[in-house]
């Protein structure tokens, strides 16, 4: 029996569409995550290192985009180190004279993590050691994909609710004809809306790693092209490594 998926990547999304998927530049909380023990996670703001960091992506756009392209959709979640990230971009193109419409969608958030927000993965089994059991309980049972964190989401959440988002992307498509699309958001959401946008499985969500601050993946119409940026390391310009190629045409269940 043949035991590859019968759906090459892509297929859901015959429209001529470019995403490019920045994720956030680093922020004060990516160095302090007790930060968000006095500060709302929305309001946590972009390091000085960071800024340069969104203006290094920013400059990345002029060459990642056609030369033919005039017009771009900037999509950001209303986190303020999203729209801080966004604006060097949304600056840059617009000075080169490229039209630019800017959209804010509660859906591009990132996960809400509940009770563990804000501590360190390895802090939870001592800052919570009963709540923390049932989740390693269900991430046992269900599997990391499906395990709701206490109080906050699992990335099965974060995946459907990314499903209106979609569709908004294809309404301004057909409204406006803007086939590029640059959405700048968070981790575990970037990596969830390739999964939807490319039809990929659970298994590859598993195991595909979050990306560094400020690099870009390009999801071209039916292709994923990878992350054409890398990012950078920690609160520096050190370019992060780029992710090893991996086989994405397919999906190997494991079925006999």
Not at 37 to 60: C, F, I, N, Y
Not at 63 to 68: G, H, R, T, V
Not at 112 to 129: A, V
């Amino acid at each position: 029996m043949n035991n590859k998926s019968a759906y090459p990547q892509g297929t859901r999304n015959p429209k001529p569409i470019t995403l490019y998927l920045l994720r956030h530049a680093r922020s004060a909380a990516n160095e302090n995550t007790s930060l968000h023990h006095t500060l709302a996670d929305h309001r946590v703001p972009l390091t000085p290192e960071g800024h340069l960091q969104a203006q290094q992506a920013a400059e990345q756009f002029l060459l990642l985009l056609p030369k033919s392209v005039r017009k771009v959709a900037v999509w950001v979640s209303p986190f303020l180190r999203t729209r801080e990230t966004a604006k060097p971009t949304v600056n840059l193109l617009q000075a080169r004279g490229l039209q630019v419409r800017l959209h804010e969608r509660d859906e591009l958030v990132e996960q809400l993590f509940g009770l563990f927000d804000g501590y360190d993965e390895e802090e939870w089994p001592t800052r919570f050691p009963d709540v923390w059991k049932e989740y390693r309980k269900w991430c046992d049972h269900e599997g990391k994909y499906f395990a709701k964190m206490p109080n906050g989401e699992s990335r099965f959440d974060v995946y459907n609710r990314l499903q209106p988002f979609t569709s908004a992307l294809h309404r301004e498509f057909r409204a406006t004809g803007t086939r590029h699309h640059i959405v700048v958001s968070h981790g575990v959401t970037l990596r969830m809306l390739a999964k939807l946008w490319q039809k990929y499985s659970v298994e590859w969500a598993e195991r595909e790693p979050n990306p560094a601050n400020a690099s870009i993946r390009v999801l071209d119409s039916r292709i994923d092209r990878g992350y054409l940026f890398p990012g950078f390391m920690g609160n520096s310009l050190e370019l992060a490594a780029k992710p090893k190629d991996r086989d994405i045409a397919f999906f190997d269940y494991g079925l006999k």
